[in-house]
């Protein structure tokens, strides 16, 4: 435990050391972060989420040196906004304590914990040194740096999918009800966060069902079940209450919700597939290179999988039982990002979409990093240098957050990057070349298998 409370004293001193830097133009916050820091005002002084007070008598403006417009439709006739209350009652009695400030140090801490947690996750896969390095590497990341501090409850929801992917995978080697409850209590918190976490944590729910209904633990199984539905219902009774629906998107304006999205519209998002890793802007593979060690990853365990390495060395079956349900989980949220985040662009750092994952990605570039020692240890510094860059600048230079523009780590060779949603010619050669490579990687392993079966 020495070794992760050290990660998390590093963790938190970096996120700290953020504070203060600027969203936009003059002020920390940005796009969705003074909402939820007005709601939990609101929380405080009134006692509930109905803003139209704060608006009417600009209760942000000690924190927020703009107008600040009004999201959504009123609902019952009170202002609601379809952000949920989840997140702001996790922040209010920080904001109780010490303002905006006392949130951020807060929020910092969590952050430290979701990369600890991440370690501790990461043990499964690898030994030490491995997990804590990839936990660090991860960590310090530009992404995790620039979000660790802002009023966004992604890194949060990441570190209740680390803590139930950790407690779930204890259930299944010792199947004690501490463990179930928990993992089913952090899974249950999921959707007060936001809906687009729940998916990632349907997988870690499911896998847990399984595996204690393999086990014969019935008790433990109906434990589950009732903490996840009991969550269930109060979030739907208790949202449409508030918001006159089953979710608080029910009071978002017309257009803005996802059933108003017809087929089309989930068409012209498939190449986000390809753009939330190499766009020139958003890619996270662009700010974090670190993480192309979670793709290798994934190679090995097809292989090991593939190979039935787990028949010759039994160790090697709980590795694979949890390479696979981090990968699992990181493909529910990389659909997510795709599909039903309404845009990559916004008032927030790239890669905010893809942040939940970012600590239950930590096991699989553990792996990576053990199995490519050389090369993981570069794409580490590569990531850590981009921090570095990115800071100064943004300390120097007085640049923002949003819409960063840093050229780390390339330099002038960021160009080279395609631009995705501009219809440009570079996405189209990024769209055929991942394509063409997937394409190469199937035939491969089908003439392996073809070749295997021959001899």
Known sequence: MRRAAALWLVLFAAYAATIGLPAFGTSQFGGDEPHYLLTAESIVSDHDIDLRDEFATRAYRDWYPYVLERHGRLTNGQVDEPHGAGFALVIAPAYAVGGPLAVQLLLA??????????ALLARWVVPEPWASGAALACGLSPPALASATAVMPELTA??????AALMALKARDRPRIRWVAGAAIALAALPWLGLQFAVAGLVVALALARWLRRRARGFALLVELEVLLFSGVMFVTVNDQLYGGFTPAAAALPGERLGDLGVSDFADR???????????????LRWAPVIALAFYALWLLWRSRRDHIARALPERADVEVAATLCALMCAAQVL????????????FFPGRYLLAALPVAVPLVAWGLRNAPRTGAVLAALTIATSVWWYAELRIDGGTIVGPSSRAPLGPLDGALPLFGSGSAGMTVALAAAGAGLVALIAFEWHSRRRRRLT
């Open 109 to 118: 801490a969590i952050a430290a914990l979701a990369f600890m947690l991440a």
């Open 158 to 163: 990441g570190a209740l999918l680390a803590g």
């Open 270 to 284: 498939a190449p986000r597939l390809v753009g939330l890793w190499l766009d020139r802007t958003y890619g996270v």
């Open 336 to 347: 997510v990002a795709t599909f039903v985040t309404p845009t990559m662009f916004g008032f």
